[in-house]
């Protein structure tokens, strides 16, 4: 792939609004396909594509999630005249299996915050208290910190380009580090701008046991907020989703809730019936 279409469809995204976030990952997405191809990517067939996507061991929503970027390049190439078909486009789509949520326990979050320096400890009570992506982290900035009537919130831009207010708890550790920041960006890279997601990552993970991330925090914060409010609407515009089903992979409903739903469904003189016989 040359650099001149590299560039153009970058310039193309970035003309529709696309975040950078997601720019970044699209155009990953594409250069890593490029790379691997035997052949130049903007004359690969639909069977290039799906022999060399068929042979990758990922996971179902890491092959959609490429399947996607590819879809966007050559819907680029074909808008521009490079091309006349989109081969992408013809690949089979890509079902993900439901996950379950992973909210990294009250003991582990707990003992994390205790251990963690400054810097990781803010990004963990970001994700854990507000439930933010890493991404979101790693992009605040001192503006985005506003006060109101109430106390403190935060201005979140998410996925999409899509912009909601998060309220920080009132007395919170958060809200008194939120008060304190200095202008700037929340987390600064020593290159200039802010950390990247993945290193704001990394941070995270260090800080907490191994197999818990940054978005396991956000696992339980949604757990939390539903556990506490049964408001599946109100958890969703706090994360962010487009779509409350998305939401309910997040928000892990505990054992005694589901007992308690089931106590409630039976009806007790059975049990009578039962002891008559």
Known sequence: MTTDLLDGWVAWLRAAGRPRTTIGLRTYH?????????????????????????????APATRRSYRGSLVQYFRWLVATGVRVDNPAALLPAIKVPRGLPRPAPEDVYDAALGAADPRARFAMLLAGQCGLRRGEIAGLHSRHVERDLFGYS??????????????????????????????????????????SPEHLGRIVSRSLPQGWTCHTLRHRFATTIYRSTHDIRATQELLGHARPETTAIYTQVAPADLREAVNTAVRRPHLELVRDE
Not at 39 to 57: H, M
Request: without cysteine; hydrophobic residues 40%; aromatic residues 8%.
């Open 30 to 58: 594409v250069t890593r396909a490029a790379q691997a191809l035997t052949v130049p990517l903007v004359t690969a067939t639909s069977t290039d594509l799906a022999d060399w996507l068929g042979a990758q061991d990922w």
């Open 154 to 195: 935060l201005r979140v831009t998410g996925k999409g380009g899509h912009t909601r207010l998060v309220p920080v708890a009132t007395g919170d550790t958060l809200e008194f580090l939120l008060r304190r920041v200095e202008p700037g960006w929340l987390f600064p890279s020593d290159r200039g701008g802010h950390l």
